[in-house]
Structure formats: structure tokens, C-alpha cells
């Protein structure tokens, strides 16, 4: 596999360099990222206090209080580090990592101030599932105040946009995972964001931004209240998953509701760059993009197979049309929200919710999983394949929405499909040592990995994950977190966390 | 391969697939022959079918082989027709032979080929909801299937494969012993003539062993070793290794299915006077060490579930070793034990997942993935680690001290990701049938993999039976797929296409041209 452009210095932004309380700060990626991590929960806890107020206000003070401890968190930081310059390439993905895990971090304190769970480890699988956009949940919400609910939405709104810039601004530089890159740099028929990094992050928030507020205004228009439209249109849009209500969209019992979600999920599953290029009027990309039309591809059949299988045990109907793709969207695009009980379904229908679960949404959006991306790979190289049996000399180019893919990208494609595998089994492997039946831990592993949430078994849509046992639950975490940041980054930060243990040992 | 010359200059139509189908069929006959004696031998009343099928097989293949030729060029697409053609044709005349003798009714042809198609693929899933009701010599015809697939798989891998450069195997060109000649028809018999000496000592080795042991006839005995050396996993009693209630033979068997996973390019050397073959060779080292490892964790997992350790060593050692060697024996016994893997913690099972997937190793009898490949892909991953630390660097992929050429790489991981594709499609169309998942899902992996049993309820206690009828023509296929290494399978009907087109093209030809006829 080759790399490029590795060395590049990262953009580094006047305002840390200059002001210095100290006369000498110290250079660290980590540190600097981590108080600027910081600066964003602080700001974003303040906010939830606010939210908080406008109802009953029970956790208003925690919430400000943690906001502020973190803001103090963010100037003592600043005071202390600041960006080296250059900034080495090696320091970026540890930095991603150490701010995940600040994010974590915080909002586990949050929980656990606010006593919204009993024990730590329960927080901290709360945090963990709302960020990398899982879902899982391990409280019940009925019982939150309002300012927790809009926090647990707002840590999947937030959770979306950072694995949306990781994956259109930071993984591409570092070659690991080309068929990622290339779906976001162009290859696919949808040229890049934008021609600097910078703006591409700007567009990108924006897009974000925008989509979000659309999908409120659609879901109050079909009926939600105010809150709820916020909630869910903040975690329907990172493909997250969480709701204010224990029976997720089912509480509602609305058609118009739910085919406002159907195609909330859908959009926010599919590649943020296709979608912006339709946005800004250039439809081509749109037109042209084989990938948008194999993943709506696979959710029409996926639903139709669905609504056929279901169409007899659940009495037919608009409802069985609308219950089946509902689900297979939400499953497809990563996000989780549940109308009905999928596990409950015909067996028929269990192979096709594992293969839903191992493909995943579009590359660069903020759904995870596999990708249909990294799958047309795959079937390019495959079909590749065939042809050389019978040809051994030849020199084919793989080809996709009329553009060649480079050999390292392919390559790419089938090595993380096996490393996807290989962690999913010893994920499976991992729950099932704790108790759980085979159908459950395969299932479950495949959907934290894709950061889908709920999967078959005891864990369908309904299910609850409390009852797993804690190993398991622990398990769920390093899935959903290694899911979420595409794995090779967590690999190549505990590679540099082990370099510096070495060097500290030296 | 030259014919007799009964008349001279006789035109011979070039058609390698026809060729290797009527020799593939010549083959069997003197395996029905047997059999058919062994029945008429233990009063058995279907020695007429084996010999009707006998002589059916000789029929049609005879005059295939005769009057046609293999010249020296052939097609890789009539390389894999011919390969994907023979193991259909054989399929379908054991298929012929388990009607003629009963075993199935006419109406049951389905189960028949199934049947067949399990044993020519050295899967072992089987559909005889009542193994021992049939005849000694039927039986033993149906074990040979196993080991006449075994024996054609050993070549296959070692010298048609490596020479088409499916998956990646080109690495293994250096491992076949054999006329190391550019033409595939010198190689093959080659390695046809040095690797089935082997194959036959080992059966003998396995049968007198097991024959020694306590509780085995000479009959018991080569009915099990074949199917032990072709890592096959039919058995002549319906609980198979476990009828014998006995640690010996299972040990025996342990070992048996263990050798018959190595490559018998290796078994060559070393018999030929070169034993480091085995420890020098990467393979041999990881395959040993997964075998060592699954076995201690499964054991340790049955131990924790409250099953005595010395049954749970027992009962993990033989379902590790019949797994990872695609072999398929059942060790329930009636005294007792854990043999049903079906029971186990779904840990255990998740592990013994993992067994059905790798396999064993090229050039052995064993299906799946092939520890070969699993090498490769770990190697390339700890190659692209080291790659994201270090960018500039150049890192090949190497097995022993040999740079893997990056196109084998590409190669191998794109036949990996093939066999997940296929096994995920298998599994789709299984549940879409209306089996459960896990059934569904094991299932379509042990097809894929020849292992023969799968979990859920198709285990080693159960039969296939439990698949709707069309489920099993889809694992049926899929063991095909599987034991050809995929691409034959999919790649059948190109040659046969080819040459009809080619024909019309002539007609077409000759037509247009008055004078030339």
C-alpha cells in the first residue's frame, strides 16, 4: 500500500500560536487537541444547561458546572501546550483519538453527575454509544430531564460531524484506507468537497448544519413536537439513533413521521460530497454516481424483500410497507431508530438484516459500517478477477461510475474487508464468552462495528442491552469505537502510544 | 495419456473437457468394482447396481476418452471446464449408482446427487436419515466417493490450480513435486503418479491402524480411512466415529485427519528423504499452532462449563481437528461426553467457526479458506502496520525467506473476499428458503468449506435433511464451488460456449464459401 503526502503540515491557526501566558508552552498535538475538544463540550454543555431550563431545570447546574469545569479545562490546557510547528503527521491520529476519548470522558462525567446511571461503566457505555452515533442504550428515557435527553442527541450530532471530517479531511492523509478516500476525492463521479482542506470542513458543517434544520422543520411539519423534532432530527442526521422515547419511533405511531425518517436516514447515510454537489445544482455528480445508485438500490430491494417476507405474519398493508422500510433504511444507513421488532420477523428476513448490517452506508457520510463503497470494490476486483483466469496476461483496469480505481484503493478494500472480519469474529467471540447465544454475539458485534446498535437475537431492535453482562457490554465499546474511526487509526495510535511507552521506558 | 492405437489415424476430436470427463469416469469403475465385491462378499443384494453402474461408467467414459485428445495447447477456460465437468459428471453417476442400489428412491434423486455431490466433494453432509440400513458394499462405494474426491483434489491443488494461478496458488508451483514442464498434461501426470502413492500409503497407514485398534473390522477399517484421508467424513454408522465408543480410534483419527490436512507435497519429500519439509514450512507452523491454540481454548471453555477435563480434552481435540481439517466425523457417543459441538457455549462454537473457515492446507485433501492465504492476509496486515509507521518504507510480503510478488498478494486477497462473498450469497438465498440464520449461515460455510456438519440444527448428530429442498441445491452448489476453489465452478460453461460459437463460426464459414466443401 502506497502513501502520499504524509508530511504535510497541518494548517496551523495563528490565534494558538501567538497569545502565551507562559513564556514557554509546550509543543503537543495532544494536548492542544484535547483543549479544543474541551472547548467544544464546554460550550455545548452550557447550551444543553440552557435547554435544560426551559422545562424543569433538575440538572441545569450540573450540566453548567461540568460546561465550566471544561472551558477551565480549555485555557489551562492552551496556557500549557500549544501546536508544534510543523505539526508532525504522526501526532494527527493520536490526537484524534485522545480527543475521542476526552469526549468520552466528559460525558461519562456528565452522566455520572448527573446520577442518570448507577454505575460508572454504564456511563461511560452511554458516552461511548452516543458518540461514535451506536445507539445502544442502557437508560431508560422517559426518565431523563430535558437537558440530558438534548445532550445524549446533541453527542450524536456531535459524533456525526467529527466522523465526517475525519473521514473527508484527516484519514485521507494517511493512505491506510484508500477506497475511503478516493469515494471522497473524486473517483465516484462527485469531485472533492473542495479544493482546500479548510473549506471543505466549512462546506461540510454547513451541509451538516442545513440538513439538520430541514429535517426538523419536516418533522415538525409531519406532527413531532418542538423538542422531539430537535432530538430526533439531531440524531436522525448522524445516523445515530438515540431517542427521547424507549419505543423510538413507534411512540409517534405516524406514517407521515416515519417516512420523514426514512428519508432523513437515507440522505444522511449517503456520501456527503454527492450530496452537496446535487445541493449546489450540479447534478452530475449526482447522475453519475454508481454508488448513490447501488445504495438506494440495495434499500429498495432490501425493502421490498422485507415488506414480502413481513407481508403475511403482519396482517400487509401500508403499515408493513412502512414498518419494512423504515427498518432497512435505518439498518442500511447505520442509524438505528426502530419502528418494530426486526428480530421478531420471519426467519427469512435474519440473513438479510446481517448482510444490511455488514454492508453499511456510503463512504464519506456519517452512517459507518463497511460501505458500499468499499463493497464495489470488491465487486470490481472480483469481477477482475474472473476475467484474469482466463486471461492471465491481460491488464485490466477496474472501473467505477466511468473513472479507473487505483490498485493500492482495491487492495485497500479487500485488506480492511478481512481486518473488518477479523475484528468482528473476535468481537463475536468476545460477547459470547460472556453468556450470550451465537445469533446474538455474531449479530451484535456486526452492528457495534457499523455502529448501527441494535441487532438480532436477545439484541433486536427492542432489546435491551442492559441485559447483557458487563464484559459484553465493555466488548460492544471497543467495537463501536473501532467501527466508528475505521479501525486503522485506533491500530496506529496504540502503535504510537506503544513507541512512546518505549521511548518514556529508554 | 495416450490411447491405444486400435486403429491407426483415427481423427480425434480436441475437446479437453470430454477427455478428462471419460477418464474421470474410467477412474471409478474398478471403485465399483470393489464395492459391488464387497456386497455380494457380506450377502448383500445390490452387487447387480454396483456392477451396472460399474459398467455404465466404463461405457460412457471409455468412448469419451478414446475419441478425443488433449493437444498441447489448451484454453484456461477449458482447462476449468474440464476440471468443474469431471466432478459433475462423477456427481451425477454416483448420483445414478445411489439410486440404482436403493440407497434412494427414484423420486428422491435430489438427495441422491446431494449425496453424491457431498462425497465427490469430500464434504460429508449427509441426507441418509438411516445410514446403516444399507448394504456393506453400497456403503463402501459411498466412502470411496470421498476418496476418489480426495484424490483427484490432491492434484488439482498441487498442479492444475498452480498452473491457472487461482487465488494466488502460482506460489505453490515450487511445492508440487513433478515434471517442472511448461505443459499442464506432463505436470499433472507427474504429480498425479508421485502424490497418489502417497495418498494410498496413507489410507493403507490410517486403515491398518485403525484396524489394529480395539472395536474395528478390517471393513470399519478401510471404510473410515478412506474417508479420513480424503478428509471426507462419511461414515458407514449413523453416529459415525462415535459407534465406536472407543479413545484409540478417536486418537487414531485425531492424527489421521491432522496428516491428511498437511500437504501431501510435503508427505512426499519427506517420505523421499527430506522430514525438515514440515518445519521449515510457515503453513505447517501456523496450521499446527491454531490447531494447538483452538484446541486449549476450547477445552478450556467445555472445562469451565462443569464438563470433566480429561472428555473435554477428549471431545474439543477430535472436533478441532475434524473441523480444521474440513473432515466432518461426529464423536457423540452414547456412554456420554460432549461430542455434540451443537451444545457447546456459543464461544466454543465462534471459534470452531473460525476452524470451518481456514480449513487446511493447500495440497491437502481439507477444504476452505486454506491456512496458506490466511498466512498471506496476515502478513499483509502486519506489512501494512508497519507501512502506516514507517510511509516511506517498503515492506514485501514474505513467506519463509520467499517476497510474495504483489500481484499473488492482490490475487489472494481478492479470492479471499470472493469466498466471503459467495458463502454470504449462499447464506442469503439458505435463510431466504426458510432456514434460520445460524443454521443458514453455518451451513453455507461448511458447504463452502467441505467440512459437513454445520450448528444449529444441522449438526453432527442431525443430517441435511433439515434444508428445504432448493437450500440444498444451493449447498450443494456451494460445495462444488468450494472444492474447486470457486473459479472452475463459475467459469464451467465458458469453454463449452466458446467452442459451440467456434462451430457455428466454421458452419458459417464453409457456407459462405461454395467451392471450398
Request: proline share 3%.
Amino acid at each position: 500500500m502506497t502513501t502520499r503526502a504524509v508530511d504535510r503540515p497541518a494548517p496551523t491557526p495563528h490565534l494558538l500560536r501567538r497569545r502565551s501566558l507562559f513564556e514557554r508552552r509546550v509543543g503537543s498535538v495532544v494536548g492542544v487537541s484535547i483543549a479544543l475538544t474541551l472547548l467544544g463540550l464546554g460550550v455545548a454543555l452550557l447550551l444543553t444547561a440552557l435547554v435544560d431550563v426551559t422545562e424543569s431545570a433538575d440538572n441545569a447546574i450540573e450540566l453548567a458546572a461540568v460546561g465550566l469545569a471544561c472551558l477551565a479545562g480549555t485555557s489551562l490546557g492552551l496556557a500549557v501546550f500549544q501546536l508544534p510547528d510543523p505539526v508532525p503527521a504522526s501526532r494527527v491520529l493520536p490526537a484524534i483519538v485522545s480527543s475521542w476519548l476526552t469526549v468520552f470522558a466528559v460525558s461519562t462525567a456528565v452522566y455520572a453527575v448527573t446520577g442518570v446511571t448507577d454505575r460508572i461503566d454504564d456511563a461511560l457505555f452511554e458516552s461511548v454509544s452516543g458518540y461514535t452515533t451506536t445507539g445502544l442504550t442502557t437508560v431508560v428515557p422517559e426518565t431523563l430531564s430535558r437537558g440530558l435527553l438534548f445532550w445524549r442527541a446533541l453527542n450524536q450530532w456531535m459524533g456525526g460531524l467529527a466522523a465526517l471530517m475525519l473521514g473527508v479531511a484527516v484519514i485521507p492523509f494517511f493512505g491506510a484506507e484508500r477506497a475511503h478516500v478516493d469515494s471522497l476525492g473524486g473517483a465516484h463521479g462527485a469531485p472533492r468537497l473542495a479544493p482546500r482542506v479548510r473549506q471543505g470542513f466549512r462546506n461540510l458543517a454547513q451541509l451538516y448544519a442545513v440538513s439538520t434544520l430541514a429535517l426538523f422543520v419536516a418533522f415538525v411539519v409531519a406532527g413531532m413536537g418542538v423538542f422531539d423534532g430537535i432530538s430526533y432530527s439531531l440524531t436522525t442526521v448522524s445516523t445515530g439513533g438515540f431517542a427521547n422515547h424507549s419505543s423510538s419511533f413507534a411512540h409517534f405511531d405516524s406514517a407521515a413521521i416515519e417516512w420523514v425518517a426514512v428519508a432523513g436516514m437515507g440522505i444522511a447515510g449517503a456520501n456527503i460530497a454527492v450530496l452537496w454537489w446535487a445541493l449546489v445544482g450540479a447534478t452530475r455528480p449526482l447522475r453519475r454516481s454508481i454508488e448513490l445508485r447501488v445504495y438506494l438500490g440495495l434499500m429498495a430491494v432490501s425493502a421490498a424483500l422485507a415488506t414480502a417476507w413481513t407481508w403475511q405474519d403482519t396482517g400487509g398493508g401500508h403499515a408493513t410497507i412502512r414498518h419494512a422500510a423504515f427498518s432497512v433504511v435505518s439498518l442500511t444507513s447505520t442509524t438505528g431508530h426502530r419502528v418494530v421488532e426486526w428480530a421478531d420477523w420471519a426467519t427469512a428476513t435474519q440473513g438479510l438484516i446481517l448482510v444490511l448490517l455488514g454492508i453499511g452506508s456510503m463512504g464519506g457520510s456519517a452512517g459507518g459500517g463497511f460501505s458500499v463503497t468499499r463493497v464495489l470494490h470488491l465487486w470490481g476486483s472480483l469481477r477482475r478477477e474472473l476475467r484474469y483466469q482466463l486471461h492471465p496476461r491481460a491488464v485490466i483496469a477496474v472501473k467505477l461510475s466511468g473513472r479507473s480505481v487505483t490498485e493500492a484503493s482495491l487492495a485497500g478494500a479487500a485488506g480492511y474487508q478481512l481486518l473488518y472480519l477479523a475484528v468482528g469474529g473476535a468481537g463475536a467471540i468476545g460477547i459470547a464468552a460472556f453468556g450470550s447465544d451465537l445469533l446474538t454475539s455474531t449479530s451484535a458485534s456486526l452492528a457495534a462495528l457499523a455502529t448501527v446498535g441494535p441487532a438480532l437475537g436477545d439484541l433486536g431492535a427492542f432489546g435491551d442491552v442492559s441485559a447483557l453482562d458487563r464484559g459484553a457490554r465493555a466488548v460492544l465499546m471497543v467495537l463501536m469505537f473501532a467501527g466508528r474511526l475505521a479501525i486503522y487509526p485506533l491500530l496506529i495510535a496504540a502503535g504510537a502510544l506503544v513507541r512512546s511507552l518505549r521511548e518514556v521506558a529508554r | 495419456m495416450t490411447a491405444p492405437r486400435l486403429i491407426e489415424r483415427r481423427v480425434r476430436l480436441h475437446s479437453p473437457i470430454l477427455h478428462v470427463v471419460g477418464l474421470g469416469l474410467l477412474f471409478l469403475v474398478p471403485g465399483l468394482l470393489v464395492s459391488a465385491l464387497i456386497e455380494w462378499g457380506s450377502g448383500g443384494d445390490d452387487e447387480v447396481a454396483l456392477l451396472g453402474s460399474a459398467a455404465l461408467s466404463g461405457a460412457i467414459g471409455y468412448p469419451l476418452w478414446w475419441a478425443t485428445e488433449v493437444r498441447a495447447r489448451v484454453a484456461a477456460s477449458s482447462v476449468f471446464g474440464a476440471v468443474a465437468w469431471t466432478w459433475v459428471a462423477s456427481s451425477v453417476l454416483g448420483a445414478v449408482s445411489f439410486v440404482w442400489s436403493d440407497m434412494f428412491t427414484m423420486s428422491e434423486w435430489d438427495l441422491a446427487l446431494f449425496e453424491s455431490v457431498s462425497g465427490f466433494s469430500c464434504t460429508g453432509s449427509t441426507v441418509l436419515a438411516d445410514i446403516e440400513a444399507n448394504g456393506r458394499g453400497v456403503l463402501m462405494w459411498r466412502q470411496l466417493t470421498q476418496w476418489y474426491g480426495g484424490m483427484g483434489m490432491v492434484v488439482l491443488a498441487l498442479s492444475v490450480l498452480p498452473y491457472l494461478g487461482v487465488g494466488g496458488l502460482e506460489m505453490m508451483t515450487a511445492e508440487a513435486p513433478g515434471d517442472s514442464s511448461d505443459r499442464l498434461a506432463p505436470r499433472v501426470t507427474g504429480t498425479a503418479r508421485r502424490l497418489w502413492g502417497v495418498y494410498a500409503g496413507v489410507t493403507v497407514m490410517v486403515a491398518l491402524a485403525l484396524w489394529i485398534a480395539p472395536g474395528m473390522n478390517l471393513y470399519d477399517a478401510f471404510a473410515h480411512a478412506s474417508t479420513t484421508a480424503a478428509t471426507g467424513g462419511f461414515s458407514t454408522y449413523n453416529s459415525s466415529i462415535g459407534h465406536f465408543d472407543s479413545l484409540t480410534v478417536e486418537i487414531i483419527v485425531i492424527v489421521g485427519m491432522f496428516v491428511c490436512g498437511l500437504s501431501f507435497a510435503w508427505h512426499y519429500r519427506a517420505v523421499t528423504g527430506h522430514p525438515e519439509v514440515y518445519g521449515r514450512n510457515g503453513d505447517f507452523r501456523l496450521y499446527t499452532l491454531l490447531f494447538v491454540l483452538g484446541v486449549t481454548a476450547v477445552t478450556a471453555i467445555n472445562w469451565d462449563a462443569g464438563v470433566s477435563f480429561g472428555t473435554s480434552l477428549r471431545d474439543s481435540a477430535f472436533n478441532v481437528a475434524t473441523l480444521s481439517t474440513s473432515t466432518g466425523f461426529g464423536n457423540a457417543r452414547a456412554s456420554g461426553g460432549v461430542g455434540d459441538f451443537v451444545l457447546w457455549a456459543a464461544s466454543a462454537q465462534l471459534i470452531l467457526l473460525f476452524f470451518m473457515v481456514i480449513g487446511g492446507n493447500v495440497g491437502s485433501t481439507a477444504g476452505g479458506m486454506k491456512v496458506f492465504r490466511l498466512n498471506v492476509v496476515g502478513r499483509h496486515f502486519t506489512r501494512t502496520l508497519r507501512q502506516l509507521g514507517t510511509p516511506r518504507g517498503v515492506f514485501p510480503v514474505k513467506l519463509g525467506d520467499q517476497a510474495v510478488p504483489e500481484d499473488i498478494v492482490g490475487r489472494v486477497l481478492a479470492f479471499v473476499s470472493l469466498y466471503f462473498l459467495v458463502t454470504v450469497g449462499g447464506m442469503l438465498v439458505v435463510t431466504a428458503l426458510g432456514t434460520d440464520v445460524v443454521t443458514a449461515g453455518t451451513g453455507a460455510l461448511s458447504a463452502m468449506g467441505n467440512m459437513g456438519p454445520a450448528l444449529g440444527e444441522a449438526g453432527p448428530t442431525s443430517n441435511f435433511l433439515v434444508f428445504s429442498r432448493p437450500a440444498r441445491g444451493v449447498l450443494a452448489v456451494l460445495m462444488l464451488v468450494g472444492r474447486l476453489e470457486i473459479f472452475a465452478m463459475l467459469l464451467m460453461f465458458v469453454a463449452p460456449v466458446r467452442a459451440a460459437r467456434r462451430r457455428v463460426r466454421d458452419r458459417q464459414l464453409v457456407l459462405s464459401q461454395p467451392g471450398s466443401s
